[in-house]
């Protein structure tokens, strides 16, 4: 339905011919969150006219309990600086954790750019300022559309992916076993050797294909933690062992420290998640730590019954704008300094900011670029007094 109501003077025409390409796209549904109506009906008769599907709401609260009601919506355009109710930074989240793969453009003025770049960095796709352009806003609900595509492929090839990986990886493992059995009795070491590399390939592949599942299930909420009580060093001694190991003849330093001794100290906490979270992030260290270079991984528990655990690496530096992205599916940081500029960081460290946040604790990144430098640093919440 198109609304034959005038268009506020901040809004400026595109031409014909460009109104007649970006029509020819995929329609979009998208819901309008903004206290003034003129830019509500304005918005949607520019979207509709591209022939899009567009509704408005006044209030956060309204536009939210539009959208419990239309699940069919692909892009939220929402101003920042609502004035009745929950403004737009309060409403993100909520709106975020509605549907897995909506899309929210923020509205901002000049004066709150900022708002809209922190905005981002909760969960946003992108920021238009007011006063706008017509094509403009049309190009970055088209770009939010396709960003939404692309997830829910990714998703979907990634199902898949599991799915074919697991079969051929049950037979690789069986095959494993038998050809283990073999070089045990006859003793040849060069044969153990490569039953090893095999063996830590093979883990890989089963770390990945778990690391994609958790965090399938993690964002529909099916993964939660368990408390159980480990001993710390018994847990963390044997699953960094072949991280230890790979660094050790690959010609890395690795080493291992436990504050005020607390490697004997009791944690109560999901051991499965803290284990695979450290995993994750010493064997990300390792890879981006030349040859000749340092890794140490260090415990400490604090008073607050939180356990930090900082993995520091040299031969890497990641600037402090792109730490967060690192922990995004399908995001690659090229770091500054060392010698794997193009590696990605994977799904691990995704995995590992979710069954972080699950166990109660933060992820966050350090660096030092002049060694270079970096460190990651995690707490999760010791139960062990309750709470």
Same mark, same amino acid.
């Given at each position: ?162 799915? $074919? ?10 095959? *494993? ?5 073999? /070089? %045990?009795? &006859? +003793? ?39 408390? $159980? ?10 699953? *960094? ?5 790979? /660094? %050790?003849? &690959? +010609? ?62 040299? +031969? ?72």
């Amino acid at each position: 339905m198109t609304r034959m109501l005038p268009l506020p003077a901040e809004i400026t025409a595109c031409t014909s011919i460009e109104r007649a390409l970006m029509s020819a796209t995929t329609p979009a549904r998208v819901l309008i969150i903004d206290d003034e109506m003129s830019i509500c009906l304005a918005v949607c008769d520019i979207l509709d006219m591209n022939g899009h599907h567009c509704e408005h709401c006044l209030t956060a609260e309204e536009g939210i309990e539009y959208l419990r009601a239309h699940t069919d919506i692909d892009v939220v355009l929402l101003d920042i600086n609502l004035g009745h109710g929950m403004d737009g930074i309060e409403a993100l989240p909520v709106i975020k954790d509605m549907y897995k793969y909506i899309q929210v453009i923020m509205f901002t003025s000049k004066d709150t750019l900022e708002c809209g770049i922190e905005a981002m960095k909760k969960g946003a796709f992108d920021y238009i300022t007011k006063p706008f352009e017509e094509e403009g806003l049309v190009k970055k609900v088209l770009a939010a559309v396709e960003n939404r595509k692309m997830l829910q492929l990714n998703d979907l090839y990634l199902g898949i992916l599991v799915h $074919d990986l697991k079969n051929p990886l049950q037979c690789i493992t069986g095959a *494993l076993e038998f050809i283990k059995e073999g /070089a %045990e009795s &006859s +003793g040849d070491s060069m044969q153990k050797k490569f039953i090893g590399v095999l063996e830590g390939g093979v883990n890989q592949i089963s770390m990945m294909i778990n690391n994609i599942l958790s965090v399938t299930k993690f964002e529909s909420g099916t993964l939660s933690p368990v408390a $159980d009580p480990f001993v710390l060093e018994r847990v963390v001694n044997p699953c *960094l062992q072949g991280v230890l190991d790979e /660094a %050790e003849t &690959s +010609g890395r330093t690795f080493a291992i420290a436990y504050a005020d001794g607390c490697g004997a100290c009791t944690i109560n906490a999901d051991k499965d998640f803290f284990s695979r979270v450290l995993v994750n992030i010493a064997g990300n260290a390792l890879r981006f730590t030349p040859k000749s270079g340092e890794i140490s991984v260090a415990f400490e528990v604090g008073k607050n019954d939180f356990l930090h655990v900082s993995v520091t690496n040299t +031969g890497s530096f990641i600037e402090e704008e792109k730490r967060e992205l690192v922990f995004h599916k399908f995001v690659g940081v090229r770091p500054d300094a060392g010698p794997h500029k193009s590696q990605n960081f994977g799904l691990g460290l995704t995995y590992s900011k979710m069954a972080v946040e699950a166990m109660d604790g933060r992820i966050w990144i350090e660096g030092n670029p002049e060694v270079p430098q970096t460190t990651f640093h995690f707490t999760i919440k010791n139960h062990t007094k309750g709470g």
